[in-house]
């Protein structure tokens, strides 16, 4: 957790660097217009216009109008705090807030060690993820890879939804697995428990009430691990990318999993053992990987991924949606009211465990 707090100057300056280079992501102007009406008597809203890059975990080396900006300033608002930022606002800035989920590319030395509030957007995007997930599922549930691939090749084919063994089938009939059983994975239990799957979440931690409420199976730690990866129809992926999970899905691990099981990452692609993944998949032992982030991003031309058997790619968008800002500006004021108060503010980055 963060240092001990020192005493708050008041009023202050809030600085507000949200013009991402990608228009969905930017923030729109009434977002600063109700954040600065909210503002009490006495504060100032600095914001940057010039465009950043929030992409992954954002946090990319700021300009120098930032860096002017910064200084003095009580709250800093950006996509990720690089370590330059942090470096000029010192020793005024009380609390910086990233709105990416990830934390990653923040968690650097001078945040480890310094006495700022550091919080992030965890579970702002989940919703939006969480129905990409779902169509995912349904993509490889329902056939519409076979759907798809026959109209690219101008053919009525039948066949692979009509054998046997194919393995179309309903959600309802599934066990799906969420390994990281946080924000976005409690949206995806939800979605998916309200189609009739049965649903286990796996966590680092056994949970503090042992009944979620939307009627999931809660497990925890490396048993629990190994019950989803045995159990489960679908495995989604929705743990941060910390030490421990970097690399957590082995060979072996992907080896475990059901014969015709379906794998589904939109956490980050480091968690994942790429080369095993296209390993698993040449050899057929899944009925197919749903991958919306990769160790390397942009996929790179060439990249085995692109032509391995039954993967649908998304470029990193599966929390794409209009609703964003409206959630994420909640929770600024949210904290807001919080930092003025006294009170604990939401989303506190754990600096040790890297989420």
Not at 20 to 46: H, N, Q, S, T, Y
Not at 117 to 130: D, L
Request: proline letters at 7%; a neutral charge.
């Amino acid at each position: 957790m963060s240092p001990a707090r020192r005493e708050r100057p008041a009023p202050g300056r809030i600085v507000l660097n949200l013009g991402d280079r990608r228009p969905i992501w930017a923030a729109p102007e009434w977002v600063f217009e109700e954040l600065g009406a909210a503002l009490p008597k006495g504060w100032e809203m600095e914001v940057i216009r010039a465009l950043t890059d929030g992409a992954g975990d954002g946090g990319r080396a700021p300009n120098r109008e930032v860096l002017r900006a910064v200084k003095g300033a009580r709250i800093y608002i950006g996509f990720g705090v690089p370590e330059p930022i942090l470096e000029a606002g010192t020793p005024t800035l009380e609390w910086v807030h990233s709105c990416a989920a990830g934390v990653g590319g923040s968690l650097h030395e001078t945040m480890r060690t310094s006495p700022v509030t550091f919080t992030n957007s965890a579970g702002v995007h989940a919703p939006p993820m969480a129905e990409t997930v779902v169509g995912m599922l349904l993509y490889f549930a329902r056939g519409l890879d076979f759907a798809v691939d026959g109209q690219r090749r101008g053919t009525w084919n039948e066949a692979p939804f009509l054998e046997t063994s194919t393995p179309v089938r309903e959600l309802s009939s599934m066990t799906v697995g969420i390994v990281g059983y946080g924000g976005i994975g409690r949206e995806v239990g939800v979605r998916l428990r309200s189609l009739g799957c049965r649903v286990i979440g796996v966590r680092r931690s056994a949970p503090k009430t042992p009944i979620d409420p939307a009627g999931v199976e809660v497990v925890h730690g490396d048993s629990g691990l190994e019950t989803v990866l045995a159990e489960s129809d679908a495995v989604v992926i929705g743990t941060p990318e910390t030490a421990q999970t970097r690399g957590l899905f082995t060979l072996a691990r992907l080896r475990s999993m059901k014969q015709g099981a379906v794998l589904v990452n939109i956490a980050r692609g480091k968690i994942v053992d790429e080369d095993a993944l296209i390993q698993i998949l040449r050899e057929g032992h899944l009925r197919g990987a749903a991958l919306d982030v990769f160790a390397v991003e942009p996929l790179p031309d060439g990249h085995p991924l692109w032509t391995a058997p039954n993967v649908l790619i998304t470029p990193h968008t599966s929390g794409v949606t209009r609703g964003f800002w409206r959630r994420e500006l909640d929770l600024i004021l949210e904290n807001f009211r919080r930092l003025l108060d006294g009170r604990p503010l939401l989303n506190e980055v754990d600096r040790e465990r890297g989420y």
